[in-house]
């Protein structure tokens, strides 16, 4: 049994008191599939207010009070404990506007999303599943509480939350349920675009991420109509088996980080602006990069990115299509990212390989040999950009430039020092500024 000694402490306390408790909804579906459990949800037939009084040492605070919801903290994490209710009617469709606390468990249960989230357990143990939500579990079924259609009109988000949690799970949603979300898709344009951020952000780190945003793409161009016209465009290319959709689909699954997983679901969504094809009808899409990140930049800030997250993102879509052939090359794009981000530049490109044909991807070494170069360059102090050249405007003031002069000058030193045509030395640089460029 996965309760914890102090979660069952809890529960008891509750019960000693003449209370109903129950461990509810994720925590059990995931003790139940031998995952750890991080968010503990509890429900109870003790009202909030006794709640606060019988838990006033673990200081609890009423953070939905209005909706019966207390939370503690135990062993340094939240735990929500919600009053058994009935909800009222949901205008907003996002929450209800009243509710009316019950005690009885089945009717609380009857209100939940999905049968997998509609099991409860107490402190021995004993399951409480009046509709069958362990045996979905089993089954890795995502099936809602009653009729889909309800479900999704009273609150939109579960539309999402159900192909967000196929993703992350691996289950599959029963035909009646997908046929209603489906169909009812359009109502996410009620939830704000701050939650469909969060729950976008958990599908794509899914472990079945792919299946999911291939099966429900009409879903993802509801909410981010901007992937429409990659859906089956074909590429015409020798490089790609897939077309832009399915391309950028599978790109995901590459990397592990929600950063980079976030910029291969955005790469290459302003690829079919960009088509063109020559004459031996081979698809091109020049300068896609830039128009990637401009869309993105956009999409992420309708969805309430931060800036400093869109602003990375963003960088390593616009590069992520760069050729890097050259020493040089490679130098300025060191100055410009830092090593940091020209690391994970190199896993965008390998991601990005990691969904075309396969003779590609001989070009990955390449990538990690050139993140070995770049790191190398930063030990050796190499000269990438004005801080490491060896005269500054100082010096150059001093040799008789002023203004503008300046500035275009110390430019003008660092593509030849980067470019190998002139060494880094200080004696040299002036000398060149003193026969060349004065």
Do not use: W
């Amino acid at each position: 049994m996965f309760i914890s000694q102090p979660c069952r402490e809890l529960l008891s306390r509750l019960e000693n008191a003449g209370h109903k408790a129950y461990l509810v909804g994720g925590c059990v579906r995931d003790g139940l599939l031998g995952k750890n459990i991080h968010d503990l949800d509890i429900t109870t037939s003790a009202r909030p207010e006794q709640v606060m009084e019988l838990l006033a040492d673990l200081s609890p605070v009423p953070t939905g009070i209005t909706h019966g919801t207390v939370t503690v903290t135990l062993d340094g994490a939240p735990a929500e404990i919600t009053t058994f209710r009935i909800d009222g009617s949901y205008s907003d469709s996002r929450r209800p506007d009243s509710v009316v606390f019950t005690d009885d468990l089945e009717m609380d249960l009857a209100r939940r999303d999905f049968t997998m989230n509609a099991v409860a357990m107490d402190l021995r143990g004993d399951i409480i599943d009046p509709f069958g939500g362990v045996s979905d579990i089993q089954q890795k079924i995502i099936r809602c509480v009653g009729q889909p259609r309800r479900r999704f009109t009273e609150d939109a988000l579960r539309i999402m939350r159900a192909v967000r949690f196929a993703s992350q799970l691996g289950f599959t949603i029963e035909p009646e349920t997908r046929s209603a979300l489906l169909e009812l898709r359009t109502r996410l344009d009620l939830v704000s675009p701050q939650r469909l951020r969060e729950e976008l952000d958990r599908l794509i780190m899914g472990r079945s991420s792919t299946a999911v945003l291939l099966e429900y793409r009409e879903m993802i161009g509801t909410v981010i109509p901007e992937f429409r016209p990659c859906f089956d465009f074909d590429q015409h290319s020798r490089y790609h088996r897939y077309n832009v959709y399915e391309h950028i689909v599978r790109s995901v699954e590459a990397p592990e980080s929600l950063l980079l997983r976030r910029t291969m679901f955005f790469h290459d969504i302003g690829k079919p602006p960009m088509f063109t094809m020559d004459s031996s009808g081979e698809g091109h899409f020049k300068g896609h990069a830039p128009l990637s990140a401009d869309m993105a930049r956009k999409i992420m800030g309708r969805f309430g990115y931060d800036n400093a997250t869109i602003d990375q993102t963003c960088r390593l879509i616009a590069h992520h299509s760069d050729k890097i052939r050259t020493l040089p090359q490679l130098k300025r794009l060191l100055a410009e990212l830092g090593l940091e981000e020209l690391l994970l530049l190199m896993e965008v490109k390998k991601a990005d390989n990691s969904a075309k044909n396969e003779f590609v991807l001989a070009e990955n070494p390449g990538f990690d040999r050139l993140g070995q170069t770049a790191r190398q360059l930063i030990t050796e102090g190499a000269c990438i950009d004005l801080k490491g050249l060896a005269v500054n405007g100082s010096h150059l003031t001093a040799a008789g430039l002023s203004g503008k002069a300046v500035g275009q000058t110390l430019s003008i030193l660092l593509d030849k020092v980067i470019d190998d045509e002139l060494p880094n030395d200080r004696e040299a640089l002036l000398h060149y500024v003193k026969e060349v460029l004065t």
